[in-house]
């Protein structure tokens, strides 16, 4: 079941912040995620496998609620560099049914 | 490190050839492989997970026949394209992980564009 992602797009002007949300209806084993730009492979970013975990760094993070059932990623002080779909990637169970989500399309303009 | 090629990056054909996409780890070897189509300004959507030495498991609604795919050793998966048609124009993704589990990357190849006239 394809997870749900919040916002589907977002302009932001160099150096804001956003969010970008990824939700299921049902308790994750891990949450993917990953950066598109246009006409290019996806980038993985990174993985969460634990309820209330919080990981990246400074600029990029991401967190996993405790229930399992949502992860938001986090760009602070966005650059030009950041522009691009963000996907997030959800198993249910261990090593099986691996399914993008939407993906929200992130523009950061000058 | 993790470094997937994909080849042919671009494919034009006529309709009815078969057409095959190589998929492989240049420095890991990949237990499991996938295979992505993307339409554009879509997501990725699954088609098929492959384990090396084990038939790939095909998403519903993607047809075996086909869309063959081999995953003969840990650094190759082949996706091969038959008697290809209009209609399966799109732009075909692999990725490579080092294990079955989900707690490691999905590291993907640039991908091939095939375009069937």
């Known amino acids: 079941q394809q997870p749900v992602q919040s916002p589907q797009a977002v302009i932001l002007r160099e150096g804001e912040d956003a969010v970008i949300n990824c939700s299921s209806s049902?308790?994750?084993?891990?949450v993917h995620w990953y950066r598109q730009k246009h006409g290019e492979a996806p980038v993985f970013l990174m993985i969460?496998?634990?309820?209330?975990e919080q990981k990246g760094h400074e600029k990029i993070s991401a967190s996993f609620n405790e229930k399992k059932q949502q992860s938001s990623l986090y760009l602070t002080a966005s650059q030009l560099s950041y522009s691009g779909t963000y996907f997030c990637?959800?198993?249910?169970?261990?090593?099986?049914?691996?399914?993008f989500g939407p993906g929200t399309r992130l523009s950061v303009l000058p | 490190g993790a470094v997937v090629s994909q080849h042919p990056s671009r494919v034009i054909c006529k309709s009815g050839t078969s057409v095959k996409i190589e998929c492989r780890s240049l420095?890991?070897?990949?237990?499991?492989m996938f295979w992505y189509r993307q339409f554009p300004k879509k997501s990725l959507m699954l088609m098929a997970t492959s384990n090396e030495g084990s038939k790939a498991t095909y998403e519903q609604g993607v047809e075996k026949d086909k869309f063959l795919i081999n995953h003969a050793s840990l650094t190759l998966s082949t996706l091969t394209v038959t008697s290809a048609h209009p209609e399966d124009s799109s732009f075909y993704i692999c990725s490579a992980r080092e294990d079955a589990a989900g707690n490691q990357p999905q590291h993907f190849g640039d991908g091939t564009r095939l375009s069937i006239l």
């Open positions: 049902k308790a994750l084993y891990s």
């Open positions: 420095d890991f070897q990949a237990t499991t």
């Open positions: 969460l496998l634990k309820g209330g």
């Open positions: 990637g959800t198993e249910i169970n261990y090593g099986q049914n691996f399914v």
